[in-house]
């Protein structure tokens, strides 16, 4: 099992439960009469995402493709009820929970990985129709499609936009036409443009990203707080638990806007630790993939290093003022418990893939990755 790869996962997992804390405490003491609210649920879904990890990582990995479909099916179910007012919950304007008894879950989250398992399970067995649009490239994009609309409705384009970079760069990987793959992300810009500027809160979003100035007290205040938050920390931060932004300036700064706490207090050099912690994580992954014995151990390990990647440069994106705001957590760090437990048990399944225990005797009636081999 790649050891390096596990210390840098818990070492994240470690360092944003303390800096959940100490972003949540405040306000989690004004809500909820109790400073420890957010830490004591996190550290319940840590230690549930830590044993799916440790059970995940010792089952052959070659199960996943065997449960795609059905998975597929699960995920686009559970998409669907929670679109129902009756069963999904509302937060922060948007229907994105399930409540299952003391718990809500975010099928959203759980859609990125099942994307990932779905796409590496038809790469490993159509990887040589992908040059053919129609019989190679079409059905996944609809499926993919499917999913995206119904992920739209809650609504949460953010998701949506992780799902589609991490599709393109799955369906390159395996073998797709760089022009048929440019054709689509060409249709897909005017659609992206219609959500923005036909919604109601993403289009002064766009505004603010453009001008972070213009509206610092409305649609620009959480990006504003931000920046006077990272500037305040300077080189090494204000000091562990000294931060001033997390007390009701900065909204939400337990999730999406994490990083920003940790500039804070911190400083810079602990923000460059974060994303050194994450570049070390993208670089064992597709170490870990590259070394995969079968064509679907490869695509895993790239569609899961690759979605954790992507995830983690957006949250440090926005929080930096790179791009607009979205609602997307940086792994391992941000409070959620469905974030967290999806990203641990990806991990999970690349720790599977770097024990590789035998798996490739089960695909011995398949090709030894040509569309892989023909990107190398």
């Given at each position: ?42 550290l319940v879904w840590l230690t ?325 081999s023909n990107r190398r």
């Open positions: 099992m790649d050891q390096i790869l596990l210390f840098v996962t818990i070492t994240l997992a470690l360092v944003g439960l303390v800096m959940m804390f100490s972003a949540s405490a405040v306000m989690a003491g004004k809500k909820f009469d109790d400073s420890w609210y957010y830490l004591k649920r996190q549930f995402g830590l044993v799916l990890l440790h059970v995940i990582s010792r089952i052959d990995y070659i199960w996943w493709r065997r449960l795609s479909f059905p998975l597929l099916g699960l995920i686009t179910v559970l998409l669907v009820m929670v679109l129902f007012p009756s069963i999904g919950e509302v937060k922060h304007g948007a229907r994105r929970w399930l409540q299952l008894g003391p718990i809500s879950v975010q099928p959203a989250e759980m859609a990125k990985l099942i994307v990932v398992i779905y796409l590496a399970g038809y790469l490993s067995r159509k990887e040589d129709r992908l040059q053919d649009f129609s019989s190679g490239l079409l059905p996944p994009l609809l499926m993919i499609g499917i999913l995206s609309g119904l992920v739209l409705r809650e609504p949460d384009l953010g998701t949506v936009v992780v799902i589609g970079l991490v599709t393109g760069g799955l369906l390159f990987v395996g073998g797709a036409r760089l022009s048929h793959l440019s054709s689509v992300a060409l249709c897909a810009i005017p659609v992206g443009l219609a959500l923005i500027l036909t919604s109601g809160y993403r289009l002064p979003r766009l505004l603010t990203f453009l001008d972070p100035g213009r509206d610092p007290l409305n649609a620009g205040h959480q990006i504003t707080q931000s920046f006077l938050a990272f500037g305040s920390g300077g080189l090494f931060g204000v000091g562990l638990g000294e931060g001033k932004q997390k007390l009701l300036f900065l909204p939400e700064p337990h999730t999406d806007f994490v990083l920003a706490l940790v500039g804070e207090e911190l400083g810079f050099v602990g923000t460059c630790v974060i994303i050194l912690l994450f570049a070390v994580f993208v670089v064992r992954g597709f170490q870990i993939a590259t070394r995969a014995r079968t064509p679907f151990g490869r695509y895993l390990g790239v569609g899961i290093t690759t979605l954790i990647g992507i995830q983690a440069l957006i949250n440090a994106c926005v929080a930096t003022g790179l791009l607009p705001t979205k609602g997307l957590t940086l792994p391992f760090v941000s409070y959620g418990g469905s974030s967290l437990v999806v990203s641990l048990t990806g991990v999970g399944m690349l720790l599977s893939i770097s024990r590789d225990r035998q798996a490739g005797r089960e695909e011995t009636r398949y090709r030894s990755g040509r569309g892989w």
